[in-house]
């Protein structure tokens, strides 16, 4: 972390602690400034004393003079004195200091949300966008009112909130995605369309899940930064722990970190994160195995074996389950057998997360149990619908007696109208 | 007939001198049945007669082991049909027999109308007819929600759905038919008990004046047959007409079994009241061809609502056919009515029609 | 009519009648042999997918232990807490389906699949899994354990 950082910060923090008291007390609206900006007819002026009203802030009493400073009680012009702490507009760097002062304050906060962290500011700091604008000056980038705007702020648990998990990336995007803004930093722009055709973004905007990941749970929020091509992998295992697991103890772990390949990324993307599936092992069209390996190495030879493996788990409980399902259709009791294919399901879902290992070893111990299990459900399966031909040969034997009687009933009609 | 020497059974005496079997016996030595070459159409009624005694025994069997509430009624009938023995042929056969009853009833609806039995003085006996048709129209409806699965939810709320197009009282009846706003657990319990209770006790009373009336008026002989045959053939009910008739039960017995061991009655999915319909839902078949001609309706017909129209149309429909024996005054002065005949060999291709059409069109609404 | 054509008459009249009967008898049966298996009780007890009664007893499910169960169709399970106390879950990993299973090591509900961590309240603590497991209800009735969805 830069000193000057730190350096300007202070004088800033110096500048507002001679201008105002700290930090603000909550006061009651309604307020002076708000009367006159609702009446002034211009846009710029009346539109933020508008929306104010529904910001998390105005909420809890706070008003346009915890942040701008000034006295609401004085009328006209006077109430924007500097004298009297008006700050106006603050100025991007400015920005930070202001959310801060409150923000930063442990004892402060805990009054209002005892459960809100106040490291906001440290992190920022260490950020690609703090370092940049903190030190470099570079006003372009990223501040609080970016993403948390200026004034329609609400906690990210509202959806209408502009860092609700649905809308991250929309917000990251608006610049990340803006090719002609972004130009002049060495980042690509494709993030946002690449995101969103990932199966993260599919989860959460199709499913509903917000706990699947969006911009911010890689790159941390307040701190956001590229993830080290290094250590992409531990970003990715706070989910998919078994799979980091298995990969950390691979060759590949050891192999990438030389190679500087990132991980998980390689053979995932990054943003473009697709559903994982069975095609990418093995040595297939859409394997990502062949990037590197062919059939002629051992690489290549594991992974086709690995693949075999899991084909033919999967092979066996489509058969199990599509006989199981048949005799279901049939009227058949086949609820237990099904009950138990579930673990050669569970079986298969194990073993593509011990793939990761890239060892036949541990996928065959995964696969082999849920072979047995395929085995006996289809031969359950089977059971039931000889069961069915039982059936059958019932309704024959019945048929069979009903034809009987209507015979015997013919020939009686016959006899007695003989005469 | 051996009756003379029955008579000296003490059983059969004994019982005599207190309920009259002899007097019953001499009535059913008495009955006759026309022989002509519509015969056949008499067994139609004995035939529907049979299926609603199976239904009957079918229906009380599954009583024993069926929960009438949206939590349990799906899983006593996935139990009965898993667990029970034999109870995937009584669901089964319950399950058939009703549209097979349904059928022969639309067939005997259609023989006695083209065949113009309903001539006085047997007018009574087509609206007691008819009643049985509205109420075994009414327990195909209700016991199709019974199983409580996707597909019969999503028909059963646009079946009462219909009810709601019908003008002034629409949104009540729909109200008192599901038991509430929607189709909840409430409706099912409403449904359980109208097809259980309400619908046989209506039935009995009904079937009872029906075979009254058809053992009064004896049976009718089509007009075409009664002016040509100068002597008129007849065969006694007991033995000879009823031994056919036993055939015939037997034969629908032995399809009743077939269809129940290779197409079984279907459970499906539970009924999740908040997801989405499924693709296709599907009415009965019997209903198949009202649900195609509301579906065939324009949106707005003359400035109402093209469902409300079709509801109106189909109210009227039943009304005219409630009301034939009175409307059609040439039959009941004795003189040929094609005008009828050809209105009932209309009805009935414009319900095949549309039933055909119904299954075959694919289902992307 | 000749003597014999009536014995001829006679004994046909006797076969017909006797093959009538056989084969009623015959029907009877058949009707009512599928009806008297269908009143039969059967093993499983009662359906319900409201409740279901373990095949396990009280004192065979020790403290700090977990053991599935079948609740209707899907696979549940039963825990008892270190401190003694008993609940049950849904076993379905809310994540991709897998079966969790109670770690006695961790005193919580794992599932093996992507390592998925459920407290002692079906709550997902760590891992994948999106949202928590359904919780049952546990009600013991002397020795037996009864399994329901909460009211």
Known sequence: ?419 | MATPDRRQWGVWQWLDERIGLADLAKLARKKEVPVHRHSIWYYLGGMTLFLLMVQVTTGILLLLYYRPSAEEAYESVQFLMAEVQFGWLIRSIHSWAANLMIFTLFVHLFSVWLLKAYRPPRELTWLSGMGLLGLALGFGFTGYLLPWNELAYFATKVGTEITGAVPVVGSFLGRLLRGGDEVTGATLTRFYGIHVAILPALTVFLLGLHLFLVQRHGMSVPPNVEGHQAARRVMPFVPNFLLRDLVGWLSALAILAALAAYYPAELGQKADPFASAPVGIKPEWYFMFMFKTLKYLPASILGIEGEIVGVIGFGLGGLFLLLVPFLDRRTARGEPSHLFTMIGIMVIVYMIVLTYLGYTEVATQ | ?151
């Not at chain 1, 830069?2 to 007390?25: H, I, K, N, Q, R």
């Not at chain 1, 980042?187 to 055709?197: A, H, I, S």
């Not at chain 3, 997902?124 to 919780?135: F, S, V």
């Open chain 3, 1 to 151: 009519m000749t003597e014999q054509v009536l014995a001829r008459d006679a004994s046909r009249r006797k076969f017909i009648n006797w093959f009538l009967a056989t084969s009623a008898g015959a029907f009877f049966l058949s009707v009512l042999y599928p009806i008297a298996r269908y009143l039969i009780p059967p093993q499983a007890g009662e359906s319900t997918a409201a409740s279901v009664t373990l095949p396990i007893k009280l004192a065979d499910v020790k403290p700090n232990s977990g053991q599935i169960f079948k609740f209707g169709n899907r696979p549940a399970i039963l825990i008892r807490t270190p401190a003694g106390e008993l609940r049950a879950f849904s076993a379905v990993c809310t994540h991709l389906n897998c079966t969790v299973q109670y770690r006695s090591d961790l005193t919580h509900i794992w599932c093996a699949c992507h390592n998925g961590h459920f407290d002692l309240n079906g709550q997902n603590i760590a891992g994948p899994p999106p949202r928590p497991l359904d919780q049952y209800v546990v009600n013991v009735r002397g020795e037996q354990i009864v399994i329901s969805k909460g009211a």
């Open chain 1, 1 to 419: 972390m830069g000193v000057g950082g730190t350096g300007s910060l202070l004088t800033l923090g110096f500048l507002a602690v001679v201008a105002w008291p700290m930090p603000a007390e909550a006061q009651a609206p309604p307020e002076g400034c708000v009367a006159c900006h609702l009446e002034i007819g211009d846009d710029r002026l009346v539109t933020p004393a508008k929306e104010f009203q529904e910001d998390i802030h105005a909420a809890k009493g706070f008003g346009c003079t915890a942040c701008h400073g000034g006295d609401p009680k004085a009328a006209g012009m006077e109430a924007m004195d500097p004298a009297k702490g008006y700050i106006g507009k603050p100025g991007r760097q400015q920005v930070v200091q202001v959310c801060g002062r409150c923000h930063s304050d442990a004892r402060f906060m805990r009054q209002y949300n005892p459960a809100l962290r106040v490291d906001q500011v440290v992190e920022y700091r260490t950020s690609g966008h703090g370092r940049r604008l903190l030190e470099a000056g570079d006003t372009k980038v990223a501040t609080c009112t970016s993403c948390h705007r200026a004034h329609t702020i609400r906690p990210p648990s509202d959806p209408r909130s502009s860092v609700h998990p649905l809308k991250v990336a929309e917000t990251c995007g608006a610049c990340h995605g803006d090719a002609k803004y972004m130009k002049g930093y060495p980042v690509p722009t494709d993030q946002l369309e690449k995101y969103r055709r990932s199966v993260h973004w599919k989860m959460m905007s199709v499913k509903g899940d917000l706990s699947a990941p969006t911009c911010n749970d890689c790159h941390g929020n307040h701190g956001a930064a590229p993830p080290g091509v290094s250590w992409v992998g531990n970003v990715c295992g706070q989910c998919h722990t078994v799979m980091a697991e298995s990969f950390a103890k691979s060759r590949h772990a050891k192999v990438f970190a030389q190679m500087g390949s990132p991980g998980c990324a390689t053979c995932h993307e990054n943003h473009e994160v697709t559903e994982a599936g069975d095609e990418m092992l093995g040595l297939g069209a859409a394997a990502v195995c062949t990037r590197c390996h062919s059939s002629e190495d051992r690489g290549g030879k594991t992974a086709a074996a690995m693949r075999e493996q899991i084909d033919t788990l999967r092979a066996e409980y489509d058969k199990a389950h599509t006989i199981l399902q048949k005799a279901e259709h049939a009227g058949m009791e086949v609820s237990q057998a099904q009950f138990e294919l579930n673990e050669a399901k569970n079986a298969l879902v194990k073993a593509r997360a011990t793939m990761h290992a890239f060892t036949i070893e541990a996928v065959k111990r995964e696969i082999e149990p849920g072979l047995q299990i395929s085995a006996k459900a289809y031969e359950r399966g089977v059971r039931a619908l000889e069961e069915l031909q039982f059936r059958r040969k019932g309704l024959a034997v019945s048929v069979v007696i009903i034809l009987a009687l209507i015979g015997g009933l013919v020939f009686k009609i016959r006899q007695l109208e003989r005469r």
